[in-house]
């Protein structure tokens, strides 16, 4: 079975604090991808990132940097130096190689970043 | 990435009545969308896979019935909320997936956050 947790329910943070939202995932494939969206209030899914799981490279897009372990079954998302408007529900979420494709989502991370 | 395009972005109906929800791919051509329904301040459930000419798969728990989905083009699927109750009022967001793409990805629509009074 595949199953995504994100143990953080809510975070709150001063800006231009660093935060790093944590994402844990369950599978038996060896493959498979990794993603994160980020929901800001509006409500529409933004694409942030996805990972391979052959891919342990970690990856950096501006002020957002992702950690991908495989060892540990991890894929935290970290943002730098944090502005409000990053405020947001992010999502990490876990998808098979396979016909169905189904993304399975973690519960999301409901992130405020306070001026 | 694909470009999705979800109508309406809100609506109210009666209780009783049948609300129609379009979901369209405007520039990949979609063999796969995926229907994902989400209560407030919580993640996006699945509900149903829909696939281009043939019949939606429904996850366990999900009513056929209450819930049609038709995906008769490559580029557009309905979500038919059926007989609506004030439960079935909650955000709804379509997927495209983009299988075979070297852009492989998801992408999603704006949503559609319908309330049953």
């Known amino acids: 079975a595949q199953k995504v947790t994100q143990a953080q329910t809510e975070i709150s943070v001063v800006e231009k604090e660093d935060v790093t939202l944590d994402c844990v995932y369950e599978t038996r494939d060896t493959t498979y991808y990794l993603f994160w969206y980020k929901q800001p209030p509006s409500g529409e899914l933004v694409f942030l990132i996805r990972?391979?799981?052959?891919?342990?490279q970690n990856e950096i897009s501006g002020r957002y940097s992702w950690n991908f372990q495989k060892s540990t079954s991890s894929f935290n998302f970290t943002i730098t130096a944090s502005q409000v408007v990053d405020s947001a529900v992010y999502f990490c979420?876990?998808?098979?190689?396979?016909?169905?494709?189904?993304?399975?989502f973690g519960s999301g991370t409901r992130l405020l970043v306070r001026p | 990435g694909a470009v999705v395009s979800q109508h309406p972005s809100r609506v109210i109906c009666k209780s009783g009545t049948s609300v129609k929800i379009e979901c369209r791919s405007l520039d990949f051509q979609a063999t796969t969308m995926f229907w994902y329904r989400q209560f407030p301040k919580k993640s996006l459930m699945l509900m149903a896979t829909?696939?281009?000419?043939?019949?939606?798969?429904?996850e366990q728990g999900v009513e056929k019935d209450k819930f049609l989905i038709n995906h008769a083009s490559l580029t557009l699927s309905t979500l038919t909320v059926t007989s609506a109750h004030p439960e079935d009022s909650s955000f709804y967001i379509c997927s495209v997936s983009e299988q075979g793409s070297l852009a492989y990805g998801y992408t999603f629509g704006s949503g559609t956050r319908l309330t049953v009074v």
């Open positions: 990972r391979n799981s052959f891919d342990e």
């Open positions: 829909s696939n281009e000419g043939s019949k939606a798969t429904y």
């Open positions: 979420a876990l998808s098979r190689m396979d016909s169905s494709y189904k993304l399975i």
